[in-house]
């Protein structure tokens, strides 16, 4: 099965089959860290993974103690004790560098769920604080764009993370509307989903004192009534001990601050970085395409990104209001970005408000699904911007 999370940077275009890969629901995988001034932090990477894991051995089980049993909190008035062997596989739903998602069903509470397994190696105590701190993050979450957490537990020392099921991400979503159906997504719409994923950033910040660290359009899921952010940060071990296992590899949405070493400092980044990787995302969703030309080597990104010209969202049929909103955010200064506060603000996001405007992208969201769902032919997926003649 061929998903697009995991197809290579090299690759211009490819085809995928919706009727096989499209009509199962799709969530995409959770990455988790804390914010921390001096913790570092290998990101996603889009090229495919041919390094298997390998996890150090032990010497003594008192080092590394599985957490197999965990809780599974489903309502605050509904949880249950849980292990992997109450959960029903139904099939891998994504996949992506730190693991894969699978569609599960918990027959206790019939409750059909998304579980991303993650690939770990961190050690009893970096377990616990992992549980933990997920555990905050269940009982305090009040935002309704943030994917609901239902519980987690370890399985030989992997994570496995519990969480609402979705039917889609923003990246099928959209390629399936510009490379399918051959039509835009409406202003109206991206001001939505603009205004949903910006709210969910400033809570996350404002309430856990977390940088989301890996804004992207499959890091953002949809449903038929709205869209909920998922992979904030929870656990910098956990992060940690998966990026010691792989290369960094190409990191597309970095912003020009985090890929030139002369402009990285002591604390690090702020909320301004992951500015510019929502205002990459808003590029992309905006004009069906990713706005960098293919790169052939980490030096070729790194001069488009850090040293070529400032990219600006020009489309006619979008407003002046909507395309200032973009480029501000893709200042490549971090010191000119606007915060999260600033911008949910600005006049681009005003009619997003309105519960009419509301209750339209419900049925917007519905039909694009209805699509998905029932779409059984082959179509191009293009991601670069394409080359000029």
Known sequence: MLLIENYPLYFCRFEISTATDLNKPIAKPFN?????????????????DINPIIRPVSSSSSN????????????????????????????????GNF?????????KSGTIMAVKRIRSTIDERGQKQMINELDVV??????PHIVQFFGALFKEGDCWICMELMNTSLDYFYKFVYHKLDQFIPESILAYITYATLQALDYIKSRWGIIHRDVKPSNILVSRKTLKLCDFGISGQLIDSIAKTRDAGCRPYLPPERLDPTRSTREGYD???DVWSFGITLYEISTGYFPFREWTSPFDQLQQIVEGPSIELKIDRLSDNCKNFVNTCLNKDENQRPKYKELLEHSFLRRAKEVQQIENVSVYLSDIIDGLENNTDK???YYYLPHKN
């Open 138 to 143: 269940m009982r305090q979450n009040n935002c």
């Open 379 to 381: 179509f191009q997926l």
């Open 271 to 273: 909320v301004r970085s």
């Open 32 to 48: 988790f860290a804390t914010e921390s001034p001096n913790s570092k932090r290998k990101q996603n990477s889009n090229v495919e």
């Open 99 to 107: 693991g894969i998602v699978c569609k599960m069903l918990h027959e």
């Open 64 to 95: 590394h103690r599985d957490f197999s049993t965990g809780e599974l909190r489903l309502s605050d008035t509904k949880s249950y004790k849980f292990t992997s062997n109450d959960l029903i596989d139904r099939g891998i739903i994504g996949e």
